[in-house]
């Protein structure tokens, strides 16, 4: 047995690292900036923009985005080993579809850094200059610098220099170092060596990459920080799993209950009238959405719309009063909240089960070790519970695998609706939000619940039927 646990977990290491890496993947390659940082294209002051481009490197330093993705890179030649270098994401993508493009990343570089200069300069013009104009300027070299079309970016290079030229003092100015930007461009398309995209290059960076600080910090508790508000993503796991877990063992511990006594007792009288009502409800539980009755229950008794004989229930939410109250007066407020959320995410659980329950246990009755016990003069709850229902808890065990990532993410639906502040609506909100740590984090503690409930799954097999061994042919 402990054989087969410790190879076990040494199959889940190296799953878990193909999670980490998925997960990794995806965080790449989400849309949005993960650094928030305030970057209007028209600042009046040079100090604006420095201090907005230091606080965007000082933000990429604290995330580690600073550092190359990968412990390695496998390659096109045309693309520098420095690329992770250029911090902003949407200027980095398009550098990298330039080089797509031309594959002259020296040209390339040469004019981007073209652009910046050109844009730096603009502060130094004299204040008789309209500064709205000066801002337009700046605006079109901004939209210049992360574009990769041709026809766009020739448009903004004529805009920017029409403008320069029908401006005596800006051409005074401007004019010499806007040729410049010209010929750079030309430069680039004109020098373009595409057959460097065909040369493969390797590259490697070590350990002091993204992937590799992320997932140590990870293994450690350590899931980064909100791109949202900046708080720390542990603790607002927390505070949401704790309701997300209070909600899904009430369901799941009331679903088990009622349904494994439903079950066995509807495949013990087949054709009874209890085994054909007892298959007809469970059936249409199964099949009502539980965001439709969900919906229904807050409509028709959480308000009184509809008389006052239906205002049954306190509204969505946890109360007004929660986190004011203290001791019994805040538990019952919170748990007549609960009631109708705790409903919804047991009763289609309760019919599944339930239906699962019924087919294991017809599936046993028909056994010859039932038939013999029967014979014997065995009484038959004896029959029944000892003997039947033990052979087929194999169905109830591995449903109850898929309890352990189903408690950490939570129903989205039954605590949207409700207004209950669980993983589900947390996920669901870092989604619409692009808070991406927060999303992924939630997912790596899903993968790791699912491993460790399929591994608790093989232990409670074991239990359920001594007959079962865990040796080296498992």
């Given at each position: ?163 320069i030229n029908q401006d005596s ?10 040729k410049v930007l010209l010929a ?291």
């Amino acid at each position: 047995m402990l054989t087969y646990l410790f190879k076990r977990i040494l199959i889940f290491i190296p799953t878990l690292i193909v999670i980490s890496l998925v997960a990794f993947a995806m965080r790449l390659a989400s849309p949005g900036d993960p650094i928030n940082i305030p970057n209007s294209d028209k600042p009046v002051f040079r100090n604006d923009d420095l201090w907005k481009k230091r606080a965007y490197e000082k933000k990429a330093e604290e995330l580690n985005l600073d550092k190359p993705a990968f412990y390695f890179n496998f390659t096109s030649a045309a693309y520098p080993d420095t690329l992770y270098k250029i911090l902003r994401k949407d200027e980095r993508t398009n550098i990298k579809k330039l080089i797509g493009q031309y594959g002259n990343w020296n040209d390339i570089h040469k004019f981007q850094q073209q652009i910046d200069v050109l844009k730096d300069k603009l502060f130094d013009l004299p204040d008789e200059i309209n500064q709205t104009t000066k801002n337009k300027i700046r605006n079109t070299l901004s939209k210049t610098k992360i574009s990769y079309k041709d026809k766009r970016i020739t448009s903004f290079l004529n805009e920017v220099n029409n403008k320069i030229n029908q401006d005596s003092i800006l051409n005074q100015y401007l004019g010499a170092d806007t040729k410049v930007l010209l010929a750079a461009y030309q430069d680039v398309k004109k020098q373009a060596t595409p057959s460097a995209l065909w040369v493969p290059a390797f590259r490697w960076y070590g350990f002091d990459n993204q992937y590799h600080h992320w997932f140590t910090s990870f293994l450690s508790g350590d899931f980064g920080t909100s791109f949202q508000d900046g708080r720390e993503v542990t603790s607002k796991i927390k505070s949401a799993l704790s309701w997300t877990l209070l909600l899904n063992f009430i369901s799941i511990l009331l679903a088990y209950l009622i349904s494994i006594p439903i079950g066995v007792i509807a495949a013990s009288k087949r054709d009874s009238i209890f085994d054909k009502t007892s298959t007809l409800i469970t059936f249409l539980l199964f099949s009502l959405p539980s965001f439709w009755i969900a919906t229904i229950l807050v409509v028709f008794f959480t308000t009184p719309e509809y008389g006052n004989w239906t205002n049954i229930f306190p509204s969505i939410g946890l109360g007004k009063n929660y986190g004011v109250q203290s001791g019994w007066a805040n538990f019952w407020d919170v748990a007549a909240h609960l009631i109708l959320p705790v409903f919804c995410l047991t009763y289609a659980a309760l019919a599944f089960i339930s239906r699962q329950v019924r087919g294991g246990m017809l599936d046993v009755l028909q056994k010859d070790f039932i038939r013999t016990a029967k014979a014997k003069g065995v009484d038959d709850k004896k029959v029944i519970w000892k003997h039947a229902f033990r052979n087929s808890l194999f169905p109830i065990i591995t449903l109850f695998a898929a309890v352990f990532p189903a408690t950490l993410a939570g129903s989205v639906v039954i605590e949207i609706i409700f207004n209950i502040p669980g993983m589900g609506r947390l996920a669901f909100e870092s989604i619409l939000a692009e808070d991406w740590p927060i999303v992924f984090s939630v997912l790596m503690l899903a993968a790791i619940l699912t491993i460790i409930g399929n591994l608790v799954a093989d232990m409670l097999y074991a239990v359920a039927d001594p007959r079962v061994t865990f040796t080296a042919e498992n």
